[in-house]
């Protein structure tokens, strides 16, 4: 209930659905009802010029009472019209009080906050006002930087220690040939990692050779040896 694309909002789907909480009630209470596993509802914290907390407290009410007990939220509203997804994404100003509110108004209900949230330190600022954290983009783009001590920052493992991208990408590259034995194409598996080693001295022959990856020259070998001369698998400053 939260994606405000021309397309989607056309078929009358996404945020245009705060609009209509008793649909979306049913909706959740249809899903319930037909599997085992719980529903979740993502959402943002208002539309156009609906963004009181009226609009998102009476969605919320609506799912909760439909079954659902976690609520993912956008902390921008969502304008329908005149803005790409792109830009949705990040011309509504941030709000993030809203979603603390919202656990506040809702202490029965698992709030997760979306939107914005860039860096571990980030995380744990919200985790004081909220149950968990959703991060998108930083993640994908940055994923030894925003996941390596998450573990031990987020979910208190301290016994773990991070390992190094070199180790984490070793491992990585088995998973993708398992996988490519199983018949998924090796650009598949291999792009997920392609911002691994970011800002990283080796990064952009890492970069190349997984674009490569479908090509009929691609051998497994050639990764592995880009990883043999990123500095011993310690890792490198950026």
Request: proline share 5%; net charge positive.
């Amino acid at each position: 209930v939260g994606c405000p694309s021309d397309r989607v909002t056309t078929g009358r789907f996404g945020a245009c659905l705060m609009a209509e909480p008793a649909l979306v009630g049913e909706c959740v209470a249809t899903m319930t009802a037909a599997v085992q596993i719980p529903i979740t509802v993502k959402t943002r914290i208002g539309i156009d010029d609906r963004d009181d907390d009226g609009i998102l407290d009476t969605l919320v009410e609506s799912v909760r009472a439909a079954g659902s007990r976690k609520i993912i939220v956008h902390a921008r509203k969502a304008l329908l019209s005149g803005l790409s997804p792109k830009e949705n994404r990040q011309i509504p100003p941030l709000k993030y009080d809203r979603v603390y509110r919202l656990k506040r108004a809702f202490p029965d209900l698992v709030v997760v906050l979306n939107g914005g949230v860039r860096s571990l330190d980030d995380a744990e600022t919200h985790l004081k006002h909220v149950d968990g954290v959703m991060v998108g983009r930083a993640a994908y783009e940055r994923p030894y930087e925003m996941l390596s001590d998450v573990d031990r920052r987020i979910f208190g493992a301290n016994s773990l220690q991070p390992l190094f991208e070199v180790e984490v990408a070793r491992r990585y590259l088995a998973y993708a040939k398992d996988q490519e034995r199983l018949g998924i194409q090796r650009l598949a598996v291999l792009r997920h990692a392609i911002g691994l080693f970011r800002g990283q001295p080796g990064s952009r022959r890492w970069r190349q050779a997984i674009s490569a990856a479908n090509g009929p020259a691609f051998d497994w070998r050639d990764m592995e040896a880009i990883l043999d001369t990123m500095n011993g698998g310690e890792r490198l400053a950026a």
